[in-house]
């Protein structure tokens, strides 16, 4: 046992027998301070048959912070009921404790003070555990006693998951791949897992369910360590603005998205069967975005979109999700951030960033729930444009000026990814958040992929004869006739990007090339039919879909081997 939990719980002893005061967390004693990254002293300060009040005092003796957070579960009933010099919430157990915006500065070694009354039944047990930002306090090194190979820990979380760790292999995924002719020289790539419903947890139609997933995680884990991917996707009124991946809730089902969804998720991932997993969630593609571009008055707008953006239940569900997920000590959330086709123009990008702090800040939520976020996820868009970038001319006219480009301030994923990063750190996210780039559907390979810049008759020309993505128009996302797989799983490619992914299962259809009856909620989309002629968000040009294709999910054989086809790296 680490000596600060011994002199815990020697102070828990003394003061037991004491009348009128109950106190948890005790600080360590001033020789074991510089090995506890925090302290929080809870004390009860009055008690009687149904209520207490309590006093809670943090200490940092971290880096020094902007803002915090602290957070801690109840064993028994107790419910906060009004509190002071903090923002309280409270889930079930679970409360978070957040800065107000007078004392968000907390240097290091420095104090900060905040208290509440409460309710409850029987016991007012104390809590057992505090975390500040994320990280748990009152023990060694955020729980672990070096010295002592019997001490567990609580699981702090690293700052990079995929660093020195295998990836799951979805059995079920890899089932499909290695059945298609050439599949198996892919089928053990790790795929994420999609939870794009709530009958999804238990598993569909004799499917594998969470619990499944994560026991075969285990079974591939060994004694390395493994991280396990999940897509949390099922938001109420979900994607407003693409009917081929209408999810089952409607607009105003946050509740149902709460107690149905998000709540036995974060139950079973708590399990500490699993705490040795690690737990990367995406966080609902597809949503927040379309808050800023797919709105009155940008002629983009849908009235599904206006109805989300006036109810708010997207950044509710996200925020509730990123809480509850992230109350659990091996999870690592990541918010899905678009790609740079659709938020990378002035107009999109720092409104979508700010969207995203809302977001993490709502419904207990703080910043410090959030490790890093995740684009282009289930999308097309070259990860590098290797034979111009945004700061070139031609005959004195900038690329920005392209029809490709159209004025955008990107040319790929990993630039994209990069400043959104610095623009997300800039105002307020952890300065040690991380980006994960989907390169599932990428690589644009095959005898199509430019070898070198194009003719530098007109920024057109040299745009369009020498990019690697050859969709139509990047507004394109359906089936991509032409795409490729992209650049293998791998942690750590590049300057502030954790990992390059296959979230998206290469092989499995966006959406349905007609309207195909369904109980999933999913409709059909114009963009994923070959003969749709557009709509603004793609500049009114063909779609660029494949033929025959089935429902979002379902599995695409000709995709598929189209994308064996025309990977880079080739297979």
Not at 552 to 568: D, V
Request: some cysteine.
């Amino acid at each position: 046992m680490s000596r600060t939990r011994t002199a815990l719980l020697a102070a828990l002893a003394l003061v037991a027998g004491t009348a009128g005061a109950a106190v948890a967390a005790i600080p360590p004693d001033a020789g074991a301070v510089a090995a506890v990254p925090c302290t929080v002293e809870y004390k009860v300060q009055n008690q009687w048959d149904t209520g207490f009040t309590t006093a809670v005092k943090v200490t940092n003796n971290g880096a020094a912070k902007s803002s915090w957070a602290v957070k801690w579960s109840y064993a028994g009933n107790q419910k906060v009921t009004s509190g002071w010099n903090a923002k309280l919430s409270q889930s079930g157990t679970a409360v978070t404790a957040a800065n107000e915006s007078y004392n968000g500065t907390l240097a290091t070694g420095g104090s900060v003070s905040f208290g509440f009354n409460g309710t409850y039944s029987g016991t007012n047990a104390l809590p057992a555990t505090f975390t500040l930002d994320g990280v748990t306090c009152n023990v060694d090194d955020g729980g672990t006693d070096p010295t002592d190979p019997t001490d567990p820990g609580t699981g702090s979380r690293v700052d990079n998951p995929y660093a020195g760790a295998k990836v799951y292999v979805n059995p079920e995924w890899k089932a499909h791949a290695a059945a298609e002719t050439g599949g198996s020289r892919i089928a053990n790539q790790p795929t994420g897992v999609w939870l794009d419903r709530t009958a999804a947890i238990n598993g569909v139609n004799g499917g594998m369910g969470l619990r499944d997933h994560l026991d075969a995680a285990l079974a591939q884990k060994g004694s390395d360590e493994l991280v396990v991917q999940l897509v949390i996707y099922n938001l109420p009124g979900r994607d407003c603005s693409a009917l081929a991946s209408n999810g089952e809730l409607g607009p105003t089902e946050i509740d149902k998205y709460k107690t149905q969804y998000i709540d036995p998720i974060a139950a079973i991932l708590a399990d500490t069967k699993y705490a040795g997993l690690r737990i990367v969630t995406t966080v609902e593609i597809d949503s927040l975005p379309n808050l800023v571009t797919n709105v009155t008055p940008r002629a983009t707008a849908t009235a599904n979109c206006d109805t989300m953006k006036a109810n708010g239940n997207y950044q509710k569900g996200v925020g509730y999700a990123l809480n509850k997920l992230g109350d659990v000590p091996n999870v690592y959330n990541y918010i899905d951030a678009g790609h740079h086709g659709w938020l990378g123009w002035d107009d999109n990008f720092a409104p979508s960033a700010a969207i995203f702090k809302e977001a993490a800040t709502t419904e207990g939520a703080t910043v410090a729930d959030v490790h890093g976020f995740i684009v282009n996820t289930a999308n097309y868009s070259a990860t590098k444009e290797d034979h111009f970038t945004i700061n070139d001319t031609v005959n004195g006219a900038s690329v920005r000026t392209s029809k490709w480009i159209d004025w955008n301030r990107y040319v790929d994923e990993q630039s994209y990814a990069q400043a959104m990063r610095a623009q997300l750190v800039s105002i307020g996210f952890p300065s040690g958040i991380g980006m994960l780039i989907d390169t599932s559907r990428n690589g644009w390979g095959g005898t199509a992929r430019p070898t070198a810049a194009g003719p530098t008759t007109t920024v057109d020309t040299y745009v369009d004869g020498g990019r690697y993505d050859r969709r139509i128009h990047p507004g394109n996302w359906c089936n991509q006739s032409g795409a490729g797989l992209g650049e293998r799983p791998q942690a750590a490619p590049a300057s502030g990007i954790d990992a390059y992914v296959w979230m998206k299962p290469p092989g499995e259809s966006d959406g349905s090339s007609t309207a195909i009856p369904n109980d999933e909620g999913k409709g059909f989309d114009r963009m994923c039919d070959p003969t749709y002629t557009g709509n603004p968000r793609n500049n009114n040009n063909m779609s660029g879909a494949l033929p025959n294709a089935p429902l979002s999910g379902r599995w695409f054989s000709a995709q598929f081997q189209e994308l064996m086809k025309n990977a880079y790296p080739a297979l």
